[in-house]
């Protein structure tokens, strides 16, 4: 739903409905990650030295497991598609920044035990494989599981890499293991995030000291201008080949702009400093957290222009208990980060010391990724002065009808104006 809480001034929202909007088809190349990668039926082939059971609730405080709906299995059926991993592998500042993190934290790996929450293809514990691991466990709830295993036979690993086929939640191990690996973001790093998974993993598997990678996320949001979009999709129907169409401006407004839109931006169209939403600490994170993330922002324009909506990016670190020396050249989608987030005025600070661990950067300064960024628009810009405040807050919640889709609440004022804007990311 979209409306306006200003009087006189509705920059467009007057939307009512009661539910969300569904994102548009770009969106669903990286829908089907909906986490079928470690949330799945519990039912497939399991290879020796584990087991899938039916985790259920036995112990006092611990949680039952949680049912597969039918969401849950239209996910798993669009995971096993060979174009999601194509996606994801040819992003090689995802792909060589993992294997260069796991390089880098070789002298935790070696010798040691893995499991790999959501292993796609294999391609992570492969290389955890070729870094020493004495065993890596391979989690997988969709039937990419079956390729996966074949990949490990294909590359002589299958003393090392055992390949599970089913969730989290119900895949047994028989030992504790000493370092997590997963690729669990998604966009705006909590949307279709399996990032549960990684916590149940760790709560149930890995032994105290032990090694999460990625170790922390820190998902930003700033306000941006972006006219050349807001003209290609809008301004466009003004004049097409001498005819006045604007009629059709205010459809196109709302098929533009209604729901967030994932795109690549630069940082030129950035306004000013972005303010951090969620830290995530992958090693004390609990699933309760993650439920509903709430925030408070204040922005001041660094320039004058139109400002036509907000932006979201991520990152993420590889650190643990220490940070061992890499040989391994890093690629240019990692910049060095400070352990610290300004979280007194929420500003991002600058990645100087060069001691401090990698991060994978999915910001518009950086090099593109396959989650790009995601913009919600409004649909008419707000003209803003250099030093104008922007403020408002920020609710991101998962949805009821289904965990793996966020309701965004967002209310904002400009000028004078105050405004909310509220949408489903499905």
């Not at 405080?61 to 849950?72: A, I, Q, S």
């Not at 973001?185 to 909590?190: D, E, F």
């Not at 080949?241 to 030129?268: H, N, R, W």
Request: one cysteine or more; charged letters at 20%.
């Amino acid at each position: 739903m979209f409306r306006s809480t200003s009087s006189g001034s509705s920059n467009g929202y007057h939307y009512d409905g009661d539910g969300g909007h569904h994102v548009s088809g770009r969106r669903g190349r990286r829908l089907s990650r909906g986490r079928s990668r470690a949330q799945g039926n519990g039912n497939g082939n399991v290879e020796s030295g584990a087991r899938v059971s039916h985790w259920q609730q036995q112990d006092e405080g611990e949680r039952p497991t949680p049912p597969c709906t039918d969401f849950d299995k239209a996910y798993f059926n669009s995971y096993a598609h060979v174009g999601i991993h194509e996606e994801m592998i040819k992003d090689r500042a995802r792909t060589e920044g993992y294997r260069n993190a796991i390089f880098q934290h070789q002298n935790y790996i070696a010798g040691k035990v893995v499991v790999d929450v959501g292993c796609g293809t294999g391609i992570l514990s492969i290389f955890c494989a070729q870094a020493g691991a004495r065993r890596v466990y391979a989690v997988d709830a969709s039937d990419i599981a079956v390729q996966a295993n074949e990949v490990v036979k294909a590359n002589n690993l299958s003393d090392t890499i055992i390949v599970l086929h089913g969730r989290v939640e119900d895949v047994e191990l028989d030992e504790e293991v000493d370092v997590i690996v997963s690729e669990w973001m998604g966009y705006m790093l909590l949307y279709e995030s399996m990032l549960g998974s990684v916590i149940t993993a760790r709560d149930r598997w890995l032994k105290p000291g032990g090694l999460i990678l990625p170790s922390n996320a820190t998902l930003y949001m700033a306000p941006v201008t972006h006219p050349d979009r807001y003209n290609a999709s809008i301004d466009f129907w003004r004049n097409v080949y001498g005819i006045d169409m604007s009629a059709i401006m205010p459809l196109a407004k709302q098929c533009a702009f209604e729901e967030p839109s994932v795109e690549t931006i630069t940082g030129e169209n950035v306004l000013t400093w972005p303010h951090v939403v969620k830290h995530v600490d992958c090693y004390t994170v609990t699933i309760h957290e993650l439920e509903c993330v709430n925030t408070s922002f204040s922005f001041k324009s660094m320039m004058r222009a139109p400002f036509h909506g907000f932006a979201f990016w991520f990152d993420v670190e590889f650190s643990g208990p220490a940070i061992f020396p890499s040989n391994i050249e890093v690629p240019s989608s990692f910049v060095e980060h400070s352990n610290s987030h300004n979280t007194d005025d929420k500003q991002r600070k600058k990645r100087a010391n060069p001691n401090d661990a990698l991060v994978l950067s999915t910001a518009p300064e950086d090099p593109p990724t396959h989650w790009q960024q995601t913009l919600i628009y409004f649909y008419d810009p707000i003209d803003v002065e250099q030093d104008q405040v922007i403020e408002g807050s920020l609710e991101l919640s998962q949805s009821k009808e289904n965990a793996r889709f966020m309701n965004i609440h967002l209310k904002y004022s400009a000028d004078g104006r105050l405004f909310v804007k509220e949408s489903v990311m499905r």
